[in-house]
């Protein structure tokens, strides 16, 4: 069982699937059709979709411009967690899934702004979701989002709020250190649960740029970077030391909501490859324990000789599971 649910704070605009408004049900295709073409833009890949956005954004009023982009992050919402759900369920007929849904704001304008008391909501729902989490006997939890300090000091300032930049610095470092005291505190506390994030989209290092959940370290957090087809480093992906594993980010096809498939591009796409691995090899050995499981998959994994990058091999990773069981 696993929780895919998800954002990435600092680029893409991702949720467990959310409803859309009236306005936008009737240009529901043409939006999905959207969200695929700046997926493909991200990518470098010159196909139909991305064609049409580079149109309509050449031809787009600067009265249309906030609607449009809002929509577009309303689409990101609406449409993540069934893409990410359905790579980590593939190939898994043993898989159960527990969602624990993220709703974030996709308005230009933050709403609501930021607050203290924002944030202990924040932390509790955290500290919530974990132990609901444990409740239900999760083994695996996805978590495609992420969210650094900048931020939330971007969304200070387009608020209006703190008098000077060093105002506006200490006040999100304070709301950042809340939710960062939560989240690991409410992981740490759950050591049978393995926990798997997106290493980001941001091409930073998670720690440099104190991006959560990405960099925390604690032996059941397991973080994932992005390669493309040819295996090599994907151009958006984060990396560093905090980042042990690799999977597939670059084009990755699967479900949106109401059936249809389509290819996105990120290291929300990368984690569940890593997420449904480690829910196989549960599957073969149910007594690996989450630290069993980050050795087996970052052990077996195919690194290059730099260490930049180490290709997540399933067929190993399943071989050392099932020798796991007969030792």
Known sequence: AYEISTRDWSSDVCSSDLPLTPEVQPRLAQLLSYTKGFSDLQSNIDSPEAAQVKQMLSQLAPADYKQRVEELGMMGNYEHGTHVTGIALAGNPYAKLVVGRLEFDYHLQPDPCPTREGAERDAKAARDTVAFFRRHQVRVVNMSWGGDVRSIEGALEQCGLGKTPEDRKATAREYFEISRKALTQAFAGAPEILFVAAAGNSNND???????????????????????????????????????????????????????????????????????????????????????????????????ADGRRNLMNPKRALEAAKAAVRH
């Open 206 to 304: 998670p720690n440099f740029v104190e991006d959560l959940p990405a960099a925390i370290e604690l032996p059941n957090v397991l973080t994932v970077g992005a390669v493309d087809l040819a295996g090599d480093e994907a151009s958006f992906t984060s990396y560093g030391s905090v980042v042990k594993v690799h999977a597939n980010g670059y084009q990755v096809e699967s479900f949106l909501p109401g059936g249809k498939r389509v290819a996105l591009s990120g290291t929300s796409m990368a984690a569940p490859q890593v997420t449904g691995l480690a829910a196989k090899l549960l599957a073969v050995n149910p007594a690996l324990r989450p630290q069993d499981l980050v050795r087996i998959i970052t052990e077996t994994g195919d690194r290059t």
